[in-house]
């Protein structure tokens, strides 16, 4: 049962250079979330989405975009990177609120360093 | 918009202690979980609270929440090593964190 799965783990961009990263569930979740962890700064949030084909900001959205084509894919992208956005990346996914088991289950976490 | 503040931030405390770590919110919500992380790992959850006054224990950790007051609260009973993590609350449906308490604890 691989749960959620982050693509890549590791990446060091040059300043400008674009990417996508991809997040993957299998556990038919109707939330997934975006978040970025920084030292001494807990977790913010990026994006989220409700469901296929929406997308919603979260605390810090600029420089990034996301898109939810399917259920289970979450795609988190960089424009052009810039080294503010050097950060462990996480990705997260739960049922939906009316739920009763609405814990969200995170990925391993994707390290991006921008040069 | 929804702040979410835990403290403290940083606890060092010796085995065999107990200790309460906090977490205030803002606004209105019925829906606080509390998560732990290990040095370089990624999140595991430990409890969700979804209403007035719950309360859930695992071991030797018990979460609460008070929605009137918007305080949920983790309190470490006897504490041993093995609880040394960073922990972290979260709100609402948009899971919305805390800047985490990291806790350490000493023989």
């Known amino acids: 049962n691989a749960g959620v799965t982050q693509t890549p783990k590791f990446r060091v961009l040059k300043t400008g250079q674009s990417m996508t990263l991809l997040c993957a569930q299998d556990m038919n979740h109707e939330y997934m979330y975006w978040y970025r962890q920084d030292p001494g700064m807990g977790l913010r949030l990026i994006h989220y989405s409700v469901g296929e084909g929406t997308t919603a900001k979260g605390e810090v959205p600029d420089g990034y975009n996301v898109s939810r084509l399917k259920k289970q894919n979450f795609l988190l992208g960089l424009e052009s990177a810039a080294p503010s956005q050097t950060s462990v990346y996480f990705c997260?996914?739960?049922?939906?609120?009316?739920?009763?088991?609405?814990?969200?289950?995170f990925g391993q976490g994707t390290r991006l360093t921008v040069v | 918009e929804l702040k979410v503040e835990q403290n403290p931030l940083f606890l060092s405390m010796q085995e065999g202690k107990n200790y309460t770590i906090y977490c205030n919110y803002s606004?209105?919500?019925?829906?606080l979980y509390w998560y732990r992380q290990d040095p370089g790992k990624s999140l595991e959850s430990l409890f969700v609270?979804?209403?007035?006054?719950a309360v859930k224990q695992e071991g030797r950790l018990m979460a609460s929440l008070d929605t009137k007051a918007r305080l949920s609260t983790l309190h470490i009973t006897a504490a041993v090593h093995d609880l040394s993590a960073t922990y972290f609350c979260?709100?609402?449906?948009?899971?919305?964190f805390g800047a985490g308490t990291r806790l350490t604890v000493k023989p």
């Open positions: 979260a709100v609402d449906s948009d899971m919305r």
């Open positions: 997260a996914s739960s049922w939906r609120p009316g739920n009763m088991n609405t814990e969200a289950f």
């Open positions: 606004t209105t919500s019925d829906r």
């Open positions: 609270l979804l209403s007035n006054g």
